[in-house]
Structure formats: C-alpha cells, structure tokens
C-alpha cells in the first residue's frame, strides 16, 4: 500500500499504477489531464511538495509520503484570484490546459509575487497550449501577481455584455477550476472500453482475420467485423470510408480499422487486439498524387483516384500574362501538418430508451455525428440523441469521425456504455490532417505595378479517403489570386487519393497553402518592378466596391488598405522586416446551404440560449450571450448558454469555415430581437417563463462556376496585413498584425484567436512537420515542433475599424477563427528572404534560426 497526501487528504493505493490515472480514476480529480502520456505538453503538471511536476508517466510510488496539490485543492483566495484573472486576460479558450498552467503559475507565484515576463514565460514553457499563443496567459499570471502581492479585491460579475467591449468568457471558471466536463472525465456505471485493431500496412489486402484466440483472452467481451455492421461506408460528405475493412478487401492507409474489440478494463484492450491474427498480402502503396495520377496506377476507390476537380477562369489571363511587364512562376510545396489540439479524441455511447443511443461526444457538430452514426446503424436520426461535453481544441480536425462511430457501434451491440478514446500517438497516426499540397503560381504585373492575371496548378494530397477535400481544395482555389483587385485568373484544382493520412479540414482550409504561394510570387513582382512589396500591395488592394479576382464585389466594410496603412511603420522601420496580406471567408459559400438556428427559451427566470454550434475554445457561449445582451439590453447574468444536444438545440451546422459569428450570431440576434419586442411592451422575463423564440439565418450564396458576372462566393470576408520582424541571427523578434473583422463580438477572444493563430501559424512556417515514407507518418508528439512560451515573440494586434458601413449580420461580425494564421508562412518567407536573398518555397522553411539545413 502506497501512501501519500493529495490535497490536505491522507489517500492510499494499493496498485503502482501511474499517477495520472491515480488521480482521475482513483480520486475523481479530473482537472488532471491526459494530452500526450509523454510527459510533453504539461496538461497533467500537479505540484509535488510546492515543485511542478508531469505525472503521466511517472508512478504512484514515486510520491509515497509526498504533499500533492491539484487545481481542486487550490485555497477560496486562490481560486478567485486565478479564476478573475485569467477570465478578465483572455487566457482560457478551450480550457484543457489551463489547470496545468495555474499550478505551474502557482510554482513560481508562491516564490516570486514581482516576477519578469521572461520569468513567467520559463515557469509556463512545460505547459503547451494550442489556441492562446501564451500572451494572454502571460498576462494573467502577471495580473494574478498584482493581485496578490498587493492584495486587491476581485470585483463582482459583470452586469454589461454588449459587443465590441472587453468580457469574461462565461465558461471561463469551470475551465479554470477543472470542473467542467470533457468526454474523458465521465465515469458511468458499467462502462466497458471498447477499440480498433489497425492495418499495419498502408495498403494490403485482408485474406483473413481470425479473433478466435482473442475471444479466449478472459477480459474479451466482444469483437466485430465488418460483417456486423448495417452500413459498413461513412463519411463526412462522401460515404467512402469503410467503419471495419472486410476480409478480401484493400487497405488504403494505416488508420484503416479492421476490427473492433471491447472489454471490462481498458488496459487490457492492447493484450486482446495482439491475440487478433491477420493475414495480409502486402502491396506497394501510392504515396504522392503523381504516383495516383499515372495511367496504370492501382486505383484506391472504384470511381478512381481524383476525389476532386476544380477549374476556375476568368477572364483571358493567358493573354494578359503575354502581355504582361513582368512575369513570375515559382514551384511550392507544403507538408501535412497535424493540429495537435490539446484533447485526444473520446466518445462515450449508450443505450438511450427502446431503441436508440446517447452519445456524448467532443467533435465539431452534434448534428453531423448523428447524422453519421444513424446511417452506419441502418436507424433514423431521431434514435441517436448526441451531446457535446467540453471540447479541447480542433482546429478542423474533430470534423470527421475517428472514435464516435466506434463507440456508438460497439453500444449498439453491448447495450451498455461504451468509451472509445485515441492516446496521443494514435490521433497523431490516425486522424486527419491539413492536406500536403504542390503548386505552381503564374503571376503578372504592368510597369506600373498593378497586377494583371494569374494562373496556378493546384495538387491536393487528400490521402486515403475524402473526409472534407472537395471543399479545401476550393477555398484553395477561391483564395488563391489574394486580396486583390484584377480579373484574368485560370486556376486547376485537383484533389488526389493516396495511401497517406487523411487530409481534412484544418484551420486556414486550403487558403493557408494557396497564399504562401501567391504572396511569395508577390515579393517577386515587387522587386522586378523597383518597388517596397509594402507599396506594390497597395497599389493593388481590394477597396469597397472593387471586383475581387473571383469576381464577388468587396463590401463597403472592407479594409483591406486600412490593414496595410495600420502595419507600415513596423514593417518600414525593420530591415529584416516581411510582410503578406490575406483574407478569408465567412461562412461555407459557394451555393451551399449555410443556416444558423437558435432557440432563446424562458425557463426559471433565465434566458436558456440553445444553438448546436460547436465550441472548440473560440467562444461560442460568451458570442451568443453577447449578442442577447446588445439585442435586449439585459444583464449576462440572466443568460445560460446551453452545451450542444441534439434533443434540446437546433442545428446550427458545424463550426468550421469561420461560420458560426456571423451566421449562428445573426440566427440568435434575431431570436432576441423577438424576445426584445416582447420585453420591450412591458413584461418581464416572469411574465414570458415557457416562451421561445426561434431566430433563423440563411446565407444566400452562389455556386462555383456561376454564370453570374459577380457573383457572391461567400456571405463576407475578413482581411489582414501581417509583419513578422527577425533580428538580425534571424530569430523572431516581434509580431505586427492589422486585422478587419468587421465589429470584434469580444475584444478578449478576438485578440485571442489572432495571437494563438499567429504562434500556430510560425510553427507551420518554422518549425512544425509531419514527416512520412511509405505512408507512414515518423512522428511522435514532442517532435512535432510545437511552439512554446519561450519561442513565441511579442505580438501586437490591430483591430481595424473603419468608420463606414457594417455588414447587416450579426452586427456586423465576421470570422476571423481561421483568418489569423494565414498571412503568416509567407510574412516568415519573405522577412528571410530580406534577410539574405534567398528565396525559400518549401514548409517549413529550411536554412533558418530554427530549422537548419541540416534538418531538412
């Protein structure tokens, strides 16, 4: 028997597990997180006798007769200072590092109450975080300081929650404190495990599998083949995806899954999973898009090994090319990248009434997993009730399905609850990622300057299923001539089966790859025509009114040259200073249907706000409360924003393509504006209790390849201007960045989204990879090259608002989720470039202060 002291309390285990699961299974103390099980990321940091320490993979015995403190054992003083601050900073989106960030706070506040920003920076750099950036979270360790140093008092709720001012997030405390709920803190009765037994090749064919030495092994409760589900093909657009690959059947990555194992104790699951025997034929695999493209290659589905086509023209840019001064074509590439949110994936199913499931998940739509779920289970929709607990960052990839459809099957069969969850290497290995892709960009200017026409060659590397590359490889397309006004543009577009990992969604959507390359083609023109790059993007940025090159007019509220003027100085100032421009869209556009739907109902005196838009840190809750608030006027603190769930919030769709802001915030703007009508003729929320209020908002766009002269891609654009400013060793510096986001909801999260996606997207430029051979990905979590405290740069953002017209939306919002990170590679690019003339057209960039020739 071990014993030890955890939070004042004298606690003893009989079994030398490690101290991690000591903690969460044993003692319920789930604010301790399980991110990596390396060690790594520090979500699991616990302070042992006053000194930090992971406990992942470090022992119970380890600590015998040790004093342990997690974030529940914190003091009332503590827990409202940390909650206050780190609510009023900013410094919580998702939350699933948070906790480990306050004891690591805690570690070097209890020592040092005046401590330096390079001080607070080393006391955090164990603990990784994916969504902030770490500025906001430095600024609330330093806030905590004042607070106790000089002992102030926290102030009361806040009673204001209009837009466009500062406000705490509202899932903030429970964040804070660790009482919120992820998918992996649930215990419930009788819950057994349940996991996939993998392809050990990226492409094989499958002769025989034989579970019956695994049916012996006396933990086994179960194990399903292919053969025991109703609908063996899923997918998120495309039902291509095999849930089980039969036997006689082809691999096409090693994500594949072959069986499904469920038993009472959850490390057991790997003993049985090795009893299983398979027979395999091993075959070569295509591992690029040119070995998928060849004439005799092996086709990867039936219908052949293009997923996705895409041409958009314009004009006659062939001729304005001939024409042209000056002319460019460069060769890009760039990697997979993996997004690495702090949460591996979890879901927990069971039965739910006669004959239906409960899911509880943490993905980016209830609705889509249900949607999904009931196909594979041959039931309908109404029978799958999904309910989203706490999500830990995704970036994208908790889109598609990796464990929920698993988990649901595994239930339907057991009729008990049933947890299928992925460890970090095994999300690493097989969820989706941001798609590879090759490139070639034509680009045209006058003597003057002023572009004239483009012309580009996309190659999509979507891997071995086609998860969401039609619509990446588009927003690629769309996006890819930049913020710009010319006309003459022939973009091909084409999205590629392979046997690697699956490319899928992934913040910046496409846009990120395109607009490396346009904007480093940019720099080139610039030069060739004896003008700063600074000037050259100017002379041609989008005004209002202005036709963008695929052909949508700018709004009046664009700002495209605002953000150029807001980042001049920095960038003119600094000789080792790069600049690049982008912008990016709201909304999912191209003539498919995009509606947000909410339901204000008065229950008990609060506003119940019920919306299914998903929140993976980026402030769901604290928009929707925001925009009742400005509509009616009311106090936030009779606001309750409700987790998305099937049964009681209407579909709102998926959070992804920076929709949610403008679309799900107009459907609930328009929600309160009926209960506004109502409040407004005298009656108070007693009066209305049982009332709802349903807000609706559909965004009318058209389709690719409109005949239409201007026709609207999308419901509206964000634009940013960006400087990325090296020392001379060609280290980071400083970060500048003007962004138009019409009216900020949220000054916290806006600023927020930004400086995270700025530190996301200088590790996709400098220092992030995700290398493979033979489709296999070589890559481990502590080698992804994450960016931690001590290598983010100061960032300064700039909100740009003009005074003119808004959007009519959501007051006049728009994304900017995704938008942060995309200006960033080729702003690294270029600032190398003027650092020593070298032109650099690969991801990351080789030969810099952080990946040396060498490493490449």
Known sequence: MITLTVNDTVVSCSEDKTMLAFLREDLGLTSVKEGCSEGVCGSCTILVDSKKVKCCIQKVSRFAGKQVLTVEGLSKREKEVYTHCFAEAGAVQCGFCIPGMILSAKSLL????????????????????????????????????????????????????????????????????????????????????????????????????????????????????????????????????????????????????????????????????????????VLTPITSPSQALEENAPLIHEGGNVLRKEILKRGDSETAIKNSKYVVTRKYSTPF??????????????????????????????????????????????????????????????????????????????????????????????????????????????????????????????????????????????????????????????????????????????????????????????????????????????????????????????????????????????????????????????????????????????????????????????????????????SPSFILHEQPDTVRTPNSGTSTASRQTVVTGEAVRRSAAKLSFDLGEGKTLQDLEGREYYGEFSAKTDPMGSPKQNPVSHVSYSYAAQVIILDKTGKLEKVVAAYDVGTPVNIQSVEGQIEGGIVMGLGFALTEDFPTEGGYPHVRYGTLGLLRSTDAPPIEVILVQPDREKLPYAFGAKGVGELCLIPTSPACSHAYYRLDGKERNTLPLRGTYYKKVKDA
């Open 337 to 634: 990248n993996d997004h690495a949110f702090m949460e591996p994936e979890c879901a927990i199913a069971l039965s739910e009434g006669k004959d239906g499931l409960l899911l509880y998940t943490g993905g980016q739509s209830v609705y889509d997993e249900q949607r999904e779920i009931s196909h594979m289970l041959d039931l309908p929709p109404e029978n799958i009730h999904c309910h989203s607990m706490l999500v830990g960052g995704g970036f994208g990839g908790k889109e598609d399905m990796s464990v929920q459809h698993h988990a649901a099957l595994m239930a339907w069969k057991l009729k008990c609850p049933v947890k299928v969850r992925f460890s970090r290497q095994e999300s690493l290995l097989y969820h989706t990622k941001r798609h590879a892709m090759e490139m070639e960009f034509t680009t045209a200017c006058d003597e003057n300057g002023k572009l004239t026409a483009m012309k580009a060659t996309i190659i999509a590397d979507t891997g071995a299923y086609a998860s969401l590359g039609g619509p990446v490889l588009q927003r690629a397309c769309t996006h890819a001539a930049g913020p710009y006004n010319y006309q003459d543009i022939d973009i091909l577009g084409m999205s590629v089966y392979t046997n690697n990992v699956v490319g899928g969604a992934y913040r910046g959507f496409g846009v990120t790859q395109s607009c490396f390359a346009t904007e480093n083609n940019i720099n080139l023109l610039a030069e060739m025509a004896g003008l700063s790059p600074w000037e050259f993007r100017y002379r041609n940025a989008i005004e209002p009114g202005q036709v963008l090159p695929n052909g949508q007019i700018a709004d009046p509220n664009c700002a495209m040259k605002e953000c150029l003027l807001a980042v001049k100085k920095s960038y003119e100032e600094n000789p080792y200073a790069g600049l690049a421009c982008a912008f990016k869209n709201s909304g999912t556009g191209v003539g498919l249907k995009d509606i947000g739907r909410c339901i204000l109902s008065i229950e008990k005196g609060m506003v119940h706000v019920r919306t299914s838009a998903a929140c993976m840190g980026q402030g769901i809750a604290t928009m929707a409360t925001q925009m009742v608030c400005q509509q009616t006027g009311l």
């Open 110 to 281: 209890d020592t040092n109450l005046s401590p330096t920003l390079d001080q607070v920076k080393q006391a955090i750099k164990g603990n990784i975080c994916r969504c902030t950036g770490y500025k906001k979270i430095e600024e609330a360790i330093l806030m905590a300081a004042t607070y106790f140093r000089e002992n102030l008092e926290v102030p009361g709720p806040e009673i204001d929650g209009s837009v466009n001012h500062r406000f705490k997030r509202v899932d903030a405390k429970e964040k804070i404190l660790g009482t919120g709920k992820f998918t992996d803190d649930l215990v419930l009765p009788g819950m057994v495990f349940a996991k996939a037994l993998r392809s050990k090749y990226s492409r094989a064919r499958i002769n025989k599998i034989n579970i019956s030495k695994a049916l012996g092994h006396p933990d086994c409760i179960k194990i399903l083949l292919a053969k025991d589900v109703p609908n063996n093909k899923t997918g998120h657009i495309v039902q291509d995806w095999d849930v089980l690959i039969p036997e006689g059947e082809i691999t096409r990555y090693i994500g594949d899954s072959l069986a499904l194992v469920a038993t009472h104790h959850q490390e057991t699951l790997d003993q049985v999973l090795d009893l299983i025997e398979v027979d395999y034929t």
